[in-house]
């Protein structure tokens, strides 16, 4: 008999300092690098994301790992064109060149930030740049989701959660349960964990 022994998966939860400290540069993916992406990875797939950045791994470096779905059919974007046929994809340093005038306002969730959703109005397409782990540079325009999701989980190193962008009224409305959410998080020390 094969006995592997069982990892912990961790997501950092609203309350956490990590999730608001800017996350560091990467100037060199070492094996070190890569494990943490493949922690993320299998974090993200756990938990059931579609993006996961550094700090929510407890982790304050710029790295991001993305599992978005589709497209749903329809225009895509030159970006979710290249990008989403390669999905899981982690990416590096990314940078934010450009967003477009155009916004929409769209329900989002947050691993950190647990049962709670709330409309956020974003960019409806930026243009951003990142390397992946080999060292390749991608710069895009995007659309849809793709553009939704990396300008979240940009926010994320940058120590931004969604809740902060969120109109005062319904930010007002989600005030108690974020609350209480951090209270019964400081008792688990703002970890939420699955052991596999
Ligand atoms: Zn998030």
Redo the contacts with the bound molecule.
């Keep these: 008999m094969f006995f592997r022994p069982k990892t912990k998966y961790t997501v950092y939860t609203y309350g956490a300092e990590v999730l608001r400290k800017p996350a560091a540069a990467i100037s060199e993916v070492t094996p070190e690098i890569r494990e943490t992406a493949a922690v993320m990875f299998r974090t993200m797939q756990l938990f059931d994301?579609i993006?996961?950045?550094g700090p929510?791994s407890g982790v304050g470096k710029r790295l991001i790992t993305l599992m978005v779905p589709g497209p749903s059919g329809g225009a895509v974007s030159p970006g979710e064109a290249l990008l989403l046929p390669r999905m899981p994809l982690a990416i590096i340093n990314p940078e934010i060149i450009a967003v477009s005038d155009v916004t929409d306002i769209v329900e989002?969730?947050?691993?950190?930030?647990p049962r709670i959703s709330a409309p956020v109005e974003r960019a409806q397409f930026i243009r951003f740049r990142a390397l992946t782990l080999d060292g390749e540079a991608l710069e895009c325009e995007c659309g849809g989701l793709l553009a939704r999701c990396l300008q979240?989980?940009f926010?994320?190193l940058n120590g931004i959660?969604?809740v902060d962008r969120l109109a005062k009224e319904v930010f007002r409305d989600l005030e108690p349960q974020l609350q209480r959410l951090q209270k019964t998080g400081r008792k688990k020390d703002f970890k939420k964990t699955l052991t596999v």
């Design positions: 994301g993006g996961f950045a929510q989002e969730g947050c691993l950190s930030i979240h989980e926010d994320h959660l969604f």
